[in-house]
């Protein structure tokens, strides 16, 4: 399976999405404007990343999140995670909130992440 990229320049949106369909959505904590998508009935895995207000986390070489070694953008604090599901090039770090069922997002990474950037990468600076 891969991951589809779709921007909307106007919006400033970028939307990363599997073939899977998903019903719920988390937002990281702290990243209002990153939220991930769930798949149907249930489950942890991340199926798509949507990033509102994606420029402001260009360049990628200056965003504390990003490590060029690996092309990874990490959105939130991954360490100490207690449930880390994996789809494709999304993670998602699921931390216990109230008890061991009530899971709370606390970070996602996006894997190869000048790939799946690139439209916002090559948009033209205003």
């Known amino acids: 399976m891969s991951l589809q990229t779709r ?3 106007e919006d400033d949106i970028v939307l990363i999405a599997s073939s899977e369909k998903g019903e719920g959505s988390c937002d990281v904590e702290g990243h209002y404007w ?6 149907f ?6 199926v798509a ?3 509102m207000f994606v420029s402001d986390l260009m360049p990628l070489g ?7 070694d ?4 990490l959105i939130g604090q ?14 998602a770090y699921w931390h216990p909130e109230d008890g061991p069922d009530d899971l709370s997002l606390v970070a996602v990474a996006l894997r ?3 790939k799946h950037l690139a439209p916002v990468i090559a948009k033209p600076a205003r």
């Open 70 to 73: 690996t092309d990874t953008l």
């Open 78 to 91: 991954g360490k100490g995670a207690a449930l880390v599901e994996e789809n494709d090039d999304l993670t």
């Open 7 to 9: 921007y909307s320049p």
């Open 62 to 68: 200056a965003n504390e999140g990003y490590s060029a």
């Open 34 to 39: 990153t939220t991930v998508v769930l798949p």
């Open 49 to 51: 990343l949507e990033i």
């Open 112 to 114: 190869n992440a000048s």
């Open 41 to 46: 009935g249930g489950g942890y895995k991340p």
